[in-house]
């Protein structure tokens, strides 16, 4: 089974703050994603990466920075954090094969509270 | 723009069908997902459509019409662990997802 594992479930920051989300999957997938997910809205995404180094903006980029030093993790910075930053963050990845599209994987997602 | 649309809510009775519908517009189309979601955990695949028709899998098929750029979810013999949100997403010619809001189906005994 393709596991995602998020390091938080639940997150408290104040403004300001530098906050670090990690993802981590353990099936080698070559594609991963950084959504957030807020009521009343689709998944909207943040990043992309579809390989180790390699980074693309997504949907809502502003305020957010990305990381991807290992194929297996995948992390999303929140630089300064903000109160319109409180939100259900999830973290999902994929196989890349040429030519066809793989169902994502998704992690249990992190809500992050900024007070 | 790129657009999903899909009801907030719907409600049904353990053992009954329920359909949940999508309608999307986006640039290009390279095939229809749904995702379920209990609260509080992850998305987790349902179904791909990419072709025209029906397709069934168990208790749950998902049905798409590319013409009238539209999709159906159908939940036969519904259980109460069938309360969930479900999520249509439709991925665009940049092989990019869009995804609706979801809908949140209550199952009532």
């Known amino acids: 089974d393709v596991k995602v594992t998020q390091s938080s479930r639940y997150l408290v920051k104040r403004t300001g703050e530098k906050v670090f989300l990690e993802c981590v999957q353990d099936?080698?997938?070559?594609?991963m994603f950084w959504y957030r997910q807020d009521p009343g809205l689709g998944l909207r995404l943040i990043y992309f990466?579809?390989?180790?180094?390699?980074?693309e903006k997504g949907d809502i980029p502003e305020g957010y920075s990305v990381s991807r030093e290992k194929k297996e993790r995948f992390s999303l910075i929140l630089e300064s954090a903000s109160t319109n930053q409180t939100s259900m963050y999830l973290c999902?990845?994929?196989?890349?094969?040429?030519?066809?599209?793989?169902?994502?994987?998704f992690g249990p997602g992190t809500r992050l509270t900024v007070l | 723009g790129q657009n999903i649309d899909q009801p907030t809510e719907m409600t049904a009775t353990e053992g009954a069908i329920v359909q949940i519908n999508c309608t999307y517009q986006?640039?290009?189309?390279?095939?229809l997902f749904w995702y379920q979601q209990h609260a509080g955990e992850a998305p987790t695949f349902l179904s791909y459509?990419?072709l025209d028709g029906l397709e069934e899998k168990g208790r749950f098929s998902s049905f798409l019409s590319r013409s009238k750029g539209y999709s159906y979810l159908l939940l036969k013999e519904l259980q109460m662990k069938d309360s969930a949100s479900y999520l249509c997403?439709?991925?665009?010619?940049?092989?990019?997802?869009?995804w609706g809001a979801g809908t949140k189906l209550i199952i009532k005994p």
């Open positions: 986006t640039s290009g189309f390279n095939g």
């Open positions: 099936m080698d997938h070559e594609n």
């Open positions: 999902a990845s994929s196989l890349r094969t040429d030519g066809f599209y793989n169902e994502q994987f």
């Open positions: 990466s579809y390989d180790v180094k390699m980074k």
């Open positions: 997403a439709a991925l665009d010619s940049n092989y990019q997802l869009i």
């Open positions: 459509n990419v």
